[in-house]
């Protein structure tokens, strides 16, 4: 007997690890569980792994999003951001439902496509985790082959960029390489909890406006 969606309980900020599932037994959890759900999956060769955030974990998501998404939006960049999509590849046995990710140099690629498979189609080219209560593997990404993977812990960011297949620590993201996001994205985070969202972006990209002039960065046309 197969183990169901309704079956699995795990209440925020916990998560389960389930061993022996076969790639089949986990679409098949997926469709069940369908899209609208506050759990998110993670798979490997055989390894499920069901977490549920807390409120402060969606919180921080929020913020680094917008964090992204303000960089993005000064430095002319296209991009198309895609939450936590289920990103899988069967060849691999692998998939992963990021709290954030962006397509940034291949946003043409999948310009407008309803579906991603990532047997055809390439990865975002960051992912964004945020790790409260646990520590996200590199294996759930490596495989997929994304670039860039962000982990924030509440108090600090790790910026990882794969290299040959495995992850390695950098102080500089290859995205961003312009700016300090190191110190920047902890900073805006904290500032964010003390005076409110909006306040915090308007004044994030009125510094990302200033420091692009002052430092006479090419903007993209």
């Known amino acids: 007997m197969q183990l169901q ?19 089949q037994h986990f679409e098949s959890l997926l469709e069940e569980a369908g899209e609208h759900r506050a759990t998110r999956y993670a798979y490997y060769i055989g390894n499920l792994e069901i977490m549920s955030p807390l409120a402060a974990h969606e919180d921080y998501k929020s913020i680094i999003r917008n964090i992204i998404e303000i960089l993005l939006e000064e430095l002319n ?4 951001a895609l939450g936590s999509t289920t990103l899988k590849n069967d060849r691999v046995l692998q998939a992963v439902e990021p709290d954030e990710c962006f397509y ?3 946003e043409s690629e999948i310009r407008g496509k309803k579906r991603l498979d990532l047997n055809t189609d390439p990865p975002p080219d960051l992912a964004v985790e945020i790790d409260l209560t ?5 294996s759930n990404y490596s495989g997929l082959g994304i670039a860039e993977l962000w982990r924030f812990d509440g108090q600090t960011l790790d910026i990882m960029l794969l290299e040959q297949g495995v992850y390695h620590h950098s102080n ?9 996001l190191k110190y920047l994205v902890p900073s805006i985070v904290h500032q964010s909890m003390l005076d409110g969202r909006n306040k915090t ?11 692009i002039i002052a430092n006479e960065i090419n903007i993209k046309q």
């Open 201 to 211: 972006m308007k004044a994030f990209r009125q510094y990302v406006e200033n420091f």
């Open 104 to 106: 940034i140099q291949y």
């Open 134 to 138: 646990s520590r996200t593997p590199f």
């Open 77 to 80: 960049l296209e991009f198309r």
């Open 172 to 180: 500089i993201s290859r995205l961003f390489p312009q700016f300090d």
């Open 5 to 23: 969606f309704s079956q699995i309980n795990v209440p925020p900020g916990h998560q389960v690890i389930l061993r022996d599932i076969d790639w």
